[in-house]
């Protein structure tokens, strides 16, 4: 199996090197290496790694900036998704894209579910959310 990690240059993505199962040939590719924010140098990426999964820890972070800069915000977390959903579905892959709790507004009692219902509170929630609903418009089966 190929796995293909984008943003492997960031906390998540190094975490999801780190845990790679033996066996997996593994292509990590840093901001530097796979700008999302340029559509077709991502798909070319995507399309020249040719991998089995994609594996999407690639995000603007910047949670309280975001309030300030909500078109960087967008750009990553809201379009890349959807453009990283369309890349993987033209060479057969499948994608996992981690996203955060912030698309909650965080009143719930109890921890939540995956079909709770988002309500963001802020420019990143906002994008987040954006984010895994244009993810699921090209790849319905991401996870």
């Known amino acids: 199996m190929k796995a293909l990690i984008l943003g492997a240059g960031g906390q998540v993505g190094r975490a999801l090197a780190t845990c790679a199962p033996q066996g997996v040939?593994?292509?990590?590719?840093?901001?530097?290496?796979?700008d999302l924010s340029d559509a077709r140098q991502a798909e070319n990426r995507i399309s020249q790694s040719a991998p089995d999964v994609v594996l999407n820890g690639a995000a603007y972070t910047k949670v309280d900036l975001a309030e300030s800069e909500p078109?960087?915000?967008?750009?990553?977390?809201?379009?890349?998704?959807?453009?990283?959903?369309?890349?993987?579905?033209?060479?057969?892959?499948?994608?996992?894209?981690?996203?955060?709790?912030?698309?909650?507004?965080?009143?719930?009692?109890?921890?939540?579910?995956?079909?709770?219902?988002?309500?963001p509170l802020s420019v990143y929630g906002r994008t987040k959310?954006?984010?895994?609903?244009?993810?699921?418009?090209?790849?319905?089966?991401?996870?």
């Open 71 to 119: 078109d960087e915000a967008r750009l990553l977390n809201a379009a890349a998704p959807g453009l990283i959903g369309r890349a993987a579905a033209t060479v057969g892959a499948d994608v996992v894209h981690f996203s955060t709790d912030f698309v909650f507004d965080g009143e719930s009692a109890r921890p939540y579910q995956p079909d709770d219902p988002p309500a």
């Open 25 to 34: 040939e593994l292509i990590t590719l840093a901001r530097t290496a796979c």
């Open 129 to 143: 959310l954006d984010g895994e609903r244009a993810l699921l418009s090209e790849a319905p089966e991401a996870l």
